[in-house]
């Protein structure tokens, strides 16, 4: 029931990717030829006029790009993910001259040492002229095109941040190429590795090889998940492995969970305060996103702060909510918490009387601040 559920959702999802595609034809010098190109664009890319976007490279875009495509799109509808401009390459005609590799040394060669060059060179500078992108990038890739996308890894500077690596075809020395590249690397990098139980022998095997020498790695700046799937095909774990990944790497992006709330911010000595800080600051460095402190979270640290009566720090979170939605009156309930829990209740009352000029948020009404502001005013007799 659970996986019919998910399929209804990710062709729905297709379906209105399929309406808003916008295909291109690209010329390239370095393949003497034309690749057409799908590109998704942000919802709303049009009317954000100032803000910039990572950007998706998705192998074997003819038969992947929708199930990336889709996905995203769904996800950043709830904000567990950037908005990104998702661009899928067209490879139905020349898959195999693509991913080729040499028997020697297992790097690319010949057709597939030019497309290597075609997507370094010549796509990703025409996407970036073209549209508005940040400098974060993911690859994403399956059998032979998984393998491929490695081959960015490999280089002094990677061309990609992130690496979705499914149900790879590996050539022969990539099971040690790899491990020692990601080994060694000294920016944030996040690695996807999938297969299933049910997948291709070959795949299987280099699957299982790579996985055992990524999981000893000790690097900071590796955020590595390996997930094998129970039951599905070598083609039908794309549609499971895709959004398992997606949720991977930019779990920092999602909203405060339940779990997190407990582990991370109430387990901690940390303020609650600065967790919060922490986490937008990361959003920012590691996707290159400026993104707005949701609702959700502001609720979750203003809990937090109340159950580790850390009151003080009512007053920064109530500037930060005003600078986050300053039409709401979501910075003065904050603010006026913390007069009152600081011993100012004359500033508190009139801070909640003052909310009334302000729109309604998160469940917090004009009402409410009313009510607060006369209770104060009937405590203490003003």
Excluded at 294 to 306: H, M, P, Q, S, T
Excluded at 326 to 339: D, F, H, K, N
Aim: net charge negative; with cysteine.
């Amino acid at each position: 029931m659970k996986r019919l559920l998910y399929l209804f959702i990710l062709l729905f999802s297709c379906q209105f990717v399929s309406a808003q595609a916008i295909y291109e034809t690209i010329r390239s010098e370095k393949l003497d030829a034309t690749r057409k190109l799908k590109i998704q664009l942000p919802r709303n890319y049009s009317e954000n006029t100032e803000k910039k976007y990572p950007i998706v490279v998705v192998l074997d875009g003819d038969y992947l790009f929708e199930v990336v495509a889709g996905n995203i799109d769904y996800y950043s509808y709830w904000e567990d993910v950037p908005e990104v401009i998702v661009v899928g390459i067209n490879q139905v005609e020349s898959r195999y001259n693509d991913t080729m590799f040499s028997e020697q040394n297992s790097l690319p060669l010949d057709s597939s040492a030019k497309f290597y060059e075609f997507i370094g060179m010549e796509l990703l500078p025409y996407i970036k002229q073209n549209y508005r992108t940040e400098d974060f990038s993911l690859a994403i890739g399956h059998g032979e095109t998984a393998n491929f996308i490695n081959y960015f890894l490999l280089k002094s500077n990677p061309l990609f941040q992130a690496y979705i690596v499914i149900s790879p075809e590996l050539a022969p020395n990539m099971t040690k190429y790899i491990p020692d590249r990601l080994g060694k690397i000294d920016k944030k990098t996040f690695y996807y590795l999938a297969t299933t139980t049910d997948d291709l022998k070959s795949v299987k095997k280099g699957t299982y090889l790579l996985n055992t020498a990524i999981k000893n790695i000790e690097n900071d700046y590796l955020q590595y998940d390996y997930k094998e799937f129970d039951g599905l095909t070598h083609y039908s774990v794309v549609a499971q492995a895709v959004p398992k990944a997606l949720e991977s790497i930019f779990y920092v992006y999602q909203p405060i969970t339940s779990g997190e709330f407990e582990k991370d911010i109430m387990a901690s000595d940390e303020p609650a305060i600065d967790y919060l800080k922490n986490k937008y600051k990361s959003i920012q460095e590691l996707y290159g996103v400026e993104k707005t402190i949701l609702i959700n979270d502001f609720k979750a640290v203003a809990a937090a702060i109340e159950k580790k009566s850390e009151f003080e720090d009512f007053e920064e979170l109530g500037k930060m909510a005003r600078k986050s939605y300053p039409e709401t009156l979501l910075g003065q309930y904050y603010l006026a918490r913390y007069y009152e829990e600081t011993n100012q209740p004359k500033k508190a009352m009139k801070t909640y009387q003052s909310s009334y000029i302000f729109d309604e948020i998160a469940g917090l009404t004009k009402d409410d601040m009313i009510e607060r502001a006369n209770r104060l005013k009937a405590d203490f007799g003003y």
